[in-house]
C-alpha cells in the first residue's frame, strides 16, 4: 500500500510503540499523531499488524481526517438503514477490550464511509472524541419568496460546507466522490433563528418540476406543495429515502460492557450511536448535536441514538442530542412475523421491513414469546434449539419443545432473553425532527431530570406488529422530574406523552397493551394541546405535574383534552396543576372511566 511521507512518519511512530507495548503489556497499543494527510491506510496498516485479543488506540489530540478509499470494504447488515458494501474505517472485531483514547481529537471523515463497526467484542472503552464530516450529506436553502399561486418558491442555498449544483434544471447533492442523491428527497421546514422544526410544519417529499437560476444566487423551485413554507424558513433536503441512511457513525453488535464517555457526534450519514443485541451499555457525558460554529441545521440523519435487542442495563447520563432528523432514543425490541409452521418444533419467520433484513432476531438458548392473534398479549414461551438462516428475510427456529398447536402462519414471535433495564437522565434533547424518547422494553425504565422538548410526543410508546415491526409492550415506567418544554407542535396531533400501540387490524384494538407506567412531578410548559393520551393501558399514574400553558405560539388543536384515556384501566389523575386556558381536562372512554381514579385537580 503507498503511503505518502506524512503517512509513513505516522506509520514509524506506530510501530515503535507497538512493539514496546507489546514486549511490556500484553495488551497491544496503537498510538497515532494527527496529519493532514488521509489517515485511513495508517490505520488500517496499524490495524492489520494487532495479534493480541485486546487493543488500546491513542489519538493524540489533533484532527484527523479519513477518507474511504483505502478503507476496508465489507458487506454489512445495519439494522434500521440500508445494507450493503460499507468503508470501514474503524473495524473492530472480535477483540476481548478495545479501548480508544480520544484525547479531544477531531475525526472528520469524508464521504460514504461508516466510522465505526465494533462486533463480537467483550468490553468497549470510547472516550473524549468528535466525530464530523466535511461535507454533510444535505441541501440547506432559505426561502425568500413564495408564490403559491404559480406553484414555486425562492430560496438562496447555504454557501457553507454543503456542495450542490443545478444539473439539468435540478439540484444535485452532495456530490460527493461521485455519489449524488436522485431527487431533494425527504425536506424539512426550520425556523432560522432557533435552527428548530418550524411551529406547525410536516416534512414532505421534495421533486421539483424544474429549478432555475435567477440573480443573487437565487434559486426558483417549481413545485406544487400543499403548503407553501414561510418566507424566512430554512428548508433542509436529505435526498431520496433507499439512500439517506447509509450507516451510523458507531454501530456496535454482539458486544458487552460498553462505556462511551464525552464522544460528539456533529454528523452521520444515518444514525448517531446505534447498539444491536448488546450487553450493558453506558453513554456517558456524549452527544449527536451542531458545533458551536455550525452553519448546517442538521446532525445526524436519523437517530441520535437506538438500541436494538439489547440486554443487561442501558443508561444515557449528561447526553445532549440535538438536531437530528429522527428520534433522540429508540430503545426496543423486535417483531418478526410467522411465515410457516415447519413441523411440530420448527417455525420459519420473516422479516418483514426492508430495513431489518438481516437482522439477528434471536440464538441458540434465546427465550422466545408466541404471540397469537388476535390477543397481542406474550403468551407462551419457547427455547430457542437451532437456528437456521435461509436468507436475509426468512430464517427457521426450532425450540426445544413443540410449538403451540394453535400458532398460525400470520402469528408474531417476540424476543424476550434480548431487553434491557433502562435508564435516561440529565439529558437534553431538543430542536430536532420526531419523538424525544421512544421506549418499547417490559423490563425497569427511569426517564429523570431531563430537559426534553420535541416537535412531536415527549415520550413515546408504541409497539408496532406492522410497518416497522418495533416491539414491544413496556412494563414498569417511571417518568418523574422532567423539564418539559414546547413539546407536540408538529402539523400531525401528538401529546407531551404518547401512548399509542399500533397494531394490524387482524389484532384486538381493545385489548390492554402497556402497564404500568407512572409520569409524576414534571413541569410542562405548554402551547396547549394534549399532554397525555393513553390507549390501550392497564395501570397509568398521572401525579404532581405542574402544566402551564405559557408558549407563545398557536394553539393548534383547541378542542383537544388535556388528558385522554381510550380503552384503558387503572388510571390514577392527582395532585395535577395546570395555569392557563384550556377546554376540557380529562375525556374518557366508557372503558377507561371504569377504574378511572380523578381528584378533578386540574377541572
Not at 425527504?186 to 428548530?196: A, G, L, T, V, Y
Not at 410536516?202 to 421539483?208: D, E, I, M
Not at 460492557?257 to 464525552?262: E, K, R
Not at 411440530?344 to 408466541?370: C, I, M, P, S
Request: with cysteine.
Amino acid at each position: 500500500m503507498y503511503l505518502t511521507k506524512l503517512q509513513k512518519n505516522a506509520f514509524l511512530l506506530f510501530i515503535f510503540l507497538y512493539s514496546f507495548s507489546a514486549s511490556v503489556v500484553s495488551k497491544q497499543v496503537i498510538k497515532l499523531q494527527p496529519s493532514s494527510a488521509d489517515m485511513t491506510p495508517v490505520l488500517r496498516a496499524a490495524l492489520e499488524s494487532v495479534k493480541d485479543n485486546e487493543i488500546k488506540i491513542i489519538l493524540e489530540k489533533g484532527t484527523y481526517k479519513f477518507l474511504p478509499d483505502y478503507a476496508v470494504s465489507r458487506y454489512t447488515t445495519v439494522t434500521n438503514h440500508g445494507n450493503g458494501m460499507k468503508n470501514v474505517i474503524f473495524p473492530l472485531d472480535n477483540f476481548k477490550s478495545v479501548e480508544i483514547e480520544g484525547n479531544g481529537s477531531d475525526l472528520i471523515f469524508h464521504g460514504q464511509v461508516a466510522p465505526f463497526q465494533l462486533y463480537n467484542n467483550k468490553k468497549i472503552s470510547i472516550k473524549d472524541l468528535t466525530i464530523d464530516w466535511d461535507i454533510p450529506f444535505t441541501f440547506l436553502s432559505e426561502v425568500v419568496a413564495v408564490n403559491a399561486k404559480e406553484n414555486w418558491r425562492d430560496v438562496k442555498p447555504s454557501s457553507g460546507s454543503h456542495n450542490w449544483k443545478l444539473v439539468k434544471n435540478q439540484i444535485k447533492f452532495p456530490l460527493v466522490d461521485g455519489f449524488t442523491f436522485s431527487e431533494l428527497g425527504s425536506s424539512m421546514i426550520w425556523d432560522k433563528q432557533h435552527k428548530r422544526v418550524y411551529h406547525n410544519t410536516n416534512g414532505f417529499k421534495s421533486r421539483p418540476t424544474k429549478v432555475e437560476k435567477r440573480p443573487n444566487g437565487v434559486l426558483r423551485i417549481y413545485e406544487e406543495l400543499k403548503n407553501m413554507p414561510p418566507v424566512g424558513s430554512l428548508i433542509s433536503s436529505k435526498g431520496d429515502r433507499d439512500k439517506h441512511r447509509h450507516a451510523p457513525a458507531f454501530q456496535v453488535k454482539n458486544s458487552s460492557n460498553v462505556t462511551i464517555n464525552n464522544v460528539k457526534v456533529h454528523h452521520a450519514l444515518g444514525m448517531g450511536f446505534l447498539f444491536e443485541r448488546t450487553e450493558n451499555i453506558k453513554l456517558l457525558n456524549s452527544g449527536v448535536h451542531l458545533s458551536d460554529d455550525s452553519d448546517r441545521v442538521i446532525s445526524t440523519i436519523a437517530d441520535a441514538s437506538h438500541f436494538a435487542n439489547c440486554k443487561g442495563h442501558v443508561l444515557i447520563d449528561n447526553a445532549r442530542f440535538e438536531n437530528m432528523l429522527d428520534d433522540g432514543v429508540n430503545l426496543r425490541g423486535t417483531y418478526v412475523k410467522v411465515d410457516k409452521i415447519v413441523n411440530a418444533n420448527t417455525v420459519r419467520f420473516e422479516l418483514v421491513h426492508y430495513e431489518q433484513l438481516g437482522y439477528e432476531f434471536a440464538a441458540k438458548n434465546d427465550a422466545v414469546w408466541f404471540i397469537k392473534q388476535p390477543s397481542p398479549s406474550r403468551q407462551e414461551t419457547g427455547i430457542v434449539k437451532n437456528v437456521r438462516v435461509l436468507n436475509e428475510k426468512f430464517t427457521e427456529l426450532t425450540f426445544k419443545e413443540n410449538v403451540p398447536k394453535d400458532l398460525k402462519a400470520g402469528d408474531i414471535l417476540e424476543n424476550q432473553t434480548w431487553y434491557p433495564t433502562f435508564t435516561i437522565r440529565n439529558s437534553t434533547i431538543m430542536d430536532h425532527r420526531a419523538r424525544n424518547i421512544v421506549v418499547k422494553t417490559p423490563l425497569k425504565t427511569v426517564i429523570e431530570n431531563n430537559y426534553l422538548s420535541s416537535m412531536m410526543a415527549t415520550i413515546l410508546f408504541r409497539g408496532e406488529t406492522f410497518n416497522w415491526f418495533e416491539a414491544g409492550a413496556v412494563g414498569d415506567i417511571l417518568i418523574q422530574n422532567n423539564t418539559i418544554e414546547y413539546s407536540s407542535y408538529s402539523a400531525h396531533e401528538q401529546a407531551v406523552m404518547y401512548i399509542t400501540p399500533k397494531l394490524g387490524k387482524t389484532f384486538d384494538q381493545s385489548a390492554s397493551y402497556d402497564k404500568n407506567i407512572r409520569f409524576i412531578n414534571n413541569k410542562i410548559s405548554s402551547h396547549g394541546g394534549r399532554i397525555v393520551w393513553a390507549d390501550r393501558v392497564d395501570g397509568l399514574l398521572i401525579e404532581g405535574n405542574e402544566i402551564t400553558r405559557d408558549i407563545d405560539k398557536a394553539y393548534l388543536y383547541p378542542d383537544a383534552p388535556v388528558f385522554d384515556l381510550v380503552n384503558s384501566k387503572n388510571v390514577t389523575i392527582k395532585n395535577n396543576s395546570y395555569q392557563g386556558e384550556y377546554k376540557q381536562a380529562i375525556k374518557a372512554d366508557k372503558k377507561s372511566k371504569k377504574s378511572l381514579i380523578n381528584d378533578h385537580s386540574i377541572k
